[in-house]
């Protein structure tokens, strides 16, 4: 993926990385919140060693102060000086409580011991730090060097302090961290799920080498303008450019099936809109609406409910009730004309492949300009690869973030095994992020491709 991949891909999911990116942050707010404050005060205790005074006994001594600082960090959380710290605090503090809140270390090539206590209550922090240190400044050198006169001396050199503010929790950097981490969850998210996503949301997803005829990207339609924007309505001239590259593009002949790879895609407006824009330069068209499923639901369109009494139509010139002058009605303006499905039976779809839909295709081709047949969902009916093979070309149309590669590849297997070699693609819908997202790779002349079958 190229950087502009990238930032195409987080513009699509820039909601998901905000809401990440929020929870991370309510996230730290709350665990700031519910995170009972924890102080820590430390004391500082100094080690010496007693000598003569000489050089050779006072860098003796250092080296041997030095070198026991470790013991005595190790030291200042033994039983016995918690005992002592223990009862100096009062009784109000037992010796495995105080374990759980004191550290010491030694603090490195010095000769101190950082005694260090913890809790919620400021005062009490102050006073456990205070008491341990004192209690390991009267136990260690009875311990280490006993006698009448000890030559090792700890002294308590910094008392620890009340302490004013808590160390934790610290509200900004839980904030920045939580803020941090849904950022950083979010654009895994994106990143990922667009990674293993099967759906086709521009023609980029598309693959490669499918030897298409022609590619066109279908916006979703015109938006509020301002003055910034073009006063041109975006989806009319996708049409108009769909019109041209059938034309000229993909040189397709006077008949060209209009199929929708699933039912996600509405074909059947399609359909009606290319016919529109053929309409506009003088060509006389006619759209016929192959969509022979009984009315049982399953033909129930975009917002179109059944009608109960259906006009004449394919299927009753395929049943050989009705003649083709009879079915053929004006649909806008004066040059687009329709023909409807008509009173659909349960095996109206098996006539099309039977003589009289040659005929009747002949008829159509004899008066018009375009015959556009309006196909049901190619990998649902079997018919609409009928259509496609009796037009010579196809037109597929995939619902951008709805139509899955998988089911793409099979729309292209169905029509290799009738031998369309003419297939163009019209993905419906694109969003305005995704328009310019791919590029078709150019192909050899239609006469001279291989078949799809190939991919």
């Not at 730090?129 to 000890?150: E, R, Y």
């Not at 790779?441 to 190939?454: K, M």
């Amino acid at each position: 993926m190229s950087l502009a991949d990238y930032v195409r891909v987080l513009r699509r999911g820039w909601w998901v990385i905000v809401l990440l990116t929020g929870i991370g942050a309510l996230a730290a707010v709350v665990l700031t919140q519910t995170t009972s404050p924890t102080y820590y005060a430390t004391a500082t205790v100094y080690v010496s060693v007693t000598s003569n005074g000489t050089p050779a006994d006072l860098q003796s001594s250092s080296s041997f102060a030095t070198q026991r600082v470790a013991t005595y960090a190790n030291l200042a959380t033994t039983t016995t000086v918690l005992d002592r710290a223990a009862a100096a605090l009062g009784g109000m503090e037992d010796v495995a409580s105080l374990r759980g809140s004191i550290s010491s270390t030694g603090r490195a090539e010095t000769s101190l011991v950082d005694i260090t206590a913890s809790g919620s209550d400021p005062a009490v922090v102050a006073a456990r730090a205070n008491a341990v240190a004192m209690a390991l400044a009267a136990a260690a050198p009875g311990l280490d060097a006993p006698g009448p006169t000890p030559a090792v001396r700890l002294t308590v050199v910094q008392p620890a302090d009340t302490p004013a503010d808590p160390t934790a929790p610290r509200p900004r950097n839980n904030l920045f961290i939580g803020t941090a981490v849904g950022l950083v969850l979010g654009l895994a998210v994106v990143v990922v799920a667009d990674a293993l996503s099967t759906r086709i949301r521009s023609s980029a997803d598309l693959p490669r080498g499918a030897g298409l005829a022609t590619l066109t990207s279908m916006p979703s339609g015109p938006k509020k303008r301002s003055r910034h924007m073009s006063a041109t309505d975006a989806r009319l001239e996708a049409f108009r450019q769909l019109r041209a590259n059938l034309q000229f593009g993909s040189h397709v002949g006077g008949t060209i099936a209009v199929a929708g790879v699933t039912a996600a895609s509405d074909a059947q407006a399609v359909a009606r809109q290319l016919a529109a824009a053929f309409g506009e330069i003088g060509s006389f068209v006619v759209v016929v609406d192959l969509d022979l499923r009984p009315a049982d639901g399953q033909r129930r369109r975009r917002g179109e409910a059944i009608d109960a009494t259906p006009r004449p139509g394919v299927a009753d010139v395929l049943s050989g009730s009705a003649e083709i002058d009879d079915v053929v009605t004006l649909a806008i303006g004066d040059r687009v004309h329709e023909v409807p499905a008509g009173r659909v039976d349960s095996s109206s779809a098996q006539r099309l492949s039977t003589q009289a839909m040659r005929g009747m295709l002949d008829t159509l081709q004899a008066r018009f300009n375009h015959v556009i047949l309006a196909c049901p969902p190619l990998v649902e009916r079997s018919e609409s690869a009928v259509a496609a093979a009796l037009a010579g070309s196809a037109l597929l149309v995939v619902e951008s973030g709805a139509t899955k590669r998988s089911e793409f590849a099979f729309a292209l297997e169905l029509l290799a095994g009738v031998r369309v070699t003419s297939v163009s693609v019209a993905v419906d819908h694109v969003r305005d992020l995704d328009l310019g997202g791919g590029r078709l790779d150019r192909q050899v002349p239609v006469g001279e491709r291989e078949s799809v079958a190939s991919i």
